[in-house]
Each structure stands twice: as structure tokens, then as C-alpha cells.
């Protein structure tokens, strides 16, 4: 017998159950996906679910030169099974489908929750409970687009960052907007302590559901309980946006190195669909 067909199934490699955002053979492309998000959040607001985009998307409305495939929709925490459950119900089960699962990232439980499709469009989106962004979907917590798509307020955006140690995603938010430590000191809850039972209990439901084959990592993916103070992560990441300007480009003519000098806040151009 070939030692192939031997082999025990307990030995065999995990599957990978993670692709790329590619879609079916045939599927049409929806471009920047805004009309198909405006979509789902009526879907969901008009059966009593407030939504907003948060995550990468998020920065890319304020500015950041980010191309995400997926958009990340922020439902409360308690109506979240119930939008997944009238995702998974007519008449929207109709339109959406569940997509691939997502891989994990650090400090996030994204990969635990619905991976959505637009049946033959090549547009995803995936839920997330305000308890793993920090952040509400209250319309008084947010403001929208010239699109109509709504986001959470830049302080509360920034706050959140901080909170949840997404200090590369906070330098791309910094860079959009081309923030400064006054206005930190402003805006933002600088003192604030680090939250730690929210810290330890996300961890520990983190590390519960990563794949065996992530054990030996699994420290990676897990929030700090004692991060570095507030106002010193602030201070340094403003202070170092004109450090993180690519060399290549004069720096004279750069305020971060996503606005150039003269260039306006990038959400009064009405042009940009987002």
C-alpha cells in the first residue's frame, strides 16, 4: 500500500479556509461597493438596526490611501444576532449570502462573524457588534458622507483607535487628516485608563477561537493589558507623520504623506465615493 494512502487523516495539513475577496467567475463588479453598503444599512435600519462603517473604510474617509475590498458594518451589540438572522431570512437572504470567513487579525474577533456576499456582485461586507470596535452607531455618534454612507465622528473614531491599540490604523487616521497634538489634547480622552476587563475578557475570547494550527502564536493577536499611556502613543505617532512620508516624494510639497500643502479636509470633496 502507498504510504500516501496510509497516512492517518488526524495528520493530514489543515485546510486553509481563508480566500481572497474575489468573488464568483461572472460576478459583476460594483465598484466601490457605496450604493450595494447603502443597501444593506437601509435593509437593516428600516427593521429598527442603526448601522455604520467602520474600519478600514472608515479611514478611507478620512483620508487615508487605503483599498479595502470588504466594508465592516457596526451594529449594537445586542441587535447583532438579529441582523444576522434576518440576513439569514427572506427577503434578504435573497439578495446576500455568507461569504468565505475571514483570517484573524490582531486584537479583533472579526474572523468569528458573518463574511457576507451580494449574491453576483462582487461586493462583501461583514458585521461586527459595537463590542469588538468601541465604537456606537448612534446617528448622534456619527456623521455621513456626501454619499449618504454613515461613519463614526472623528473624535470618537480616534478614541477607539487608542482604546483598542490600533496604533498603525490611528497613524493612517492621523495622516488623513493631518492631526495634530493640540488637537489630541483637545479631543480626546488622552487620560483615560486602559480598559482592562474589556481587554482581558475580548483576549480570552480571542485565544478561544483561534485554529489549532495558531496556538504557538496566539500571544500575537491579543490586546496589551498594559499598553503604553494614551498621551504618550498621541504624541508619537503626530510627531512622526512627517517621518513617515515616503521618500520619494518631495517633502516640501507634503503635509503627511497622504495631503499635500494647500489640500482641504478630504471629506469636503463631494466627488470622492465614500
Request: a negative charge; proline letters at 10%; hydrophobic letters at 35%.
Amino acid at each position: 500500500m502507498d504510504n500516501a494512502d496510509s497516512q492517518p487523516a488526524s495528520t493530514a495539513p489543515e485546510p486553509y479556509p481563508y480566500v481572497l475577496d474575489l468573488g464568483k467567475p461572472g460576478d459583476a463588479d460594483c465598484g466601490r461597493g457605496v450604493d450595494e453598503t447603502l443597501d444593506v444599512i437601509a435593509a437593516l435600519e428600516g427593521l429598527g438596526i442603526p448601522c455604520c462603517v467602520v474600519g478600514t473604510k472608515a479611514l478611507v474617509y478620512y483620508g487615508a490611501h487605503r483599498v479595502p475590498p470588504t466594508w465592516e458594518i457596526c451594529v449594537p451589540t445586542d441587535s447583532f444576532d438579529r441582523a444576522t438572522e434576518l440576513l439569514a431570512s427572506p427577503p434578504l437572504n435573497d439578495k446576500y449570502e455568507v461569504w468565505h470567513p475571514v483570517p484573524p487579525v490582531p486584537g479583533s474577533l472579526q474572523h468569528t462573524y458573518p463574511h457576507y456576499t451580494l449574491k453576483g456582485v462582487n461586493f462583501f461586507f461583514i458585521l461586527l457588534p459595537t463590542f469588538d470596535c468601541l465604537l456606537s452607531p448612534s446617528p448622534d455618534q456619527c456623521e455621513c458622507s456626501a454619499s449618504g454612507i454613515p461613519y463614526p465622528k472623528l473624535e470618537l473614531f480616534a478614541q477607539s483607535l487608542l482604546d483598542l491599540q490600533e496604533y498603525a490604523d490611528l497613524a493612517d487616521l492621523v495622516d488623513g487628516m493631518d492631526l495634530d497634538e493640540a488637537w489630541g489634547e483637545t479631543h480626546l480622552q488622552l487620560d483615560k485608563p486602559a480598559p482592562v476587563e474589556y481587554i482581558r475578557e475580548k483576549n480570552d475570547m480571542i485565544a478561544r477561537s483561534l485554529p489549532e494550527s495558531m496556538a504557538d502564536g496566539a500571544f500575537l493577536a491579543l490586546l496589551s493589558e498594559s499598553p503604553r499611556p494614551k498621551r504618550d502613543v498621541w504624541r508619537r505617532i503626530v510627531n512622526s507623520k512627517h517621518r513617515r512620508i515616503n521618500d520619494e516624494l518631495p517633502r516640501e510639497r507634503y503635509l503627511t504623506r497622504f495631503r499635500k500643502v494647500g489640500s482641504r479636509d478630504p471629506r469636503k470633496d463631494k466627488e470622492r465615493q465614500v
